[in-house]
Nanobody, 125 residues
Framework: VQLVESGGGLVQAGGSLRLSCVVS??????????MGWFRQAPGKEREYVAF???????YPDDSVKGRFDVSRDNDKNTVYLQMSRLKPEDSAVYYC??????????????????WGRGTQVTVSS
């Protein structure tokens, strides 16, 4: 399974970006494959952003709730992270990840078996 993120870049505070994660080697039409987004800023640990279940239910972290929205297009085998009202503290490398595991453990990076290489998001003040 390979995951490839795209869509990162430099944006001013208050702006928007949409990240994409294309999945190959695993059809998103198949049940029980859940997708997550994480981010890691320099000098900090990787942190949870949001995940979306194979049924389409989303679980954003409180820090991004109301600003970020995760979605999936199973026909395109792609997961998206729509980010709006961006803040400088949102600057990080953003990673998508996939797993066959279920439940609340999906907020933990250790629950994911497959990872992309990340895409850089920089928000200027």
């Amino acid at each position: 399974v390979q995951l490839v993120e795209s869509g990162g870049g430099l944006v001013q505070a208050g702006g928007s970006l949409r990240l994409s994660c294309v999945v190959s080697g695993q059809s998103l039409h198949l049940g029980s494959y859940n997708m997550g987004w994480f981010r890691q800023a320099p000098g900090k640990e990787r942190e949870y952003v949001a995940f979306i279940t194979w049924t389409g239910t989303t679980y954003p972290d409180d820090s991004v709730k109301g600003r970020f929205d995760v979605s999936r297009d199973n026909d395109k085998n792609t997961v998206y992270l729509q980010m709006s009202r961006l803040k400088p503290e949102d600057s990080a490398v953003y990673y998508c990840a996939g797993t066959g595991l279920q439940g609340s453990s999906l907020r933990s990076a250790t629950s994911y078996q497959h990872w992309g290489r990340g895409t850089q998001v920089t928000v200027s003040s």
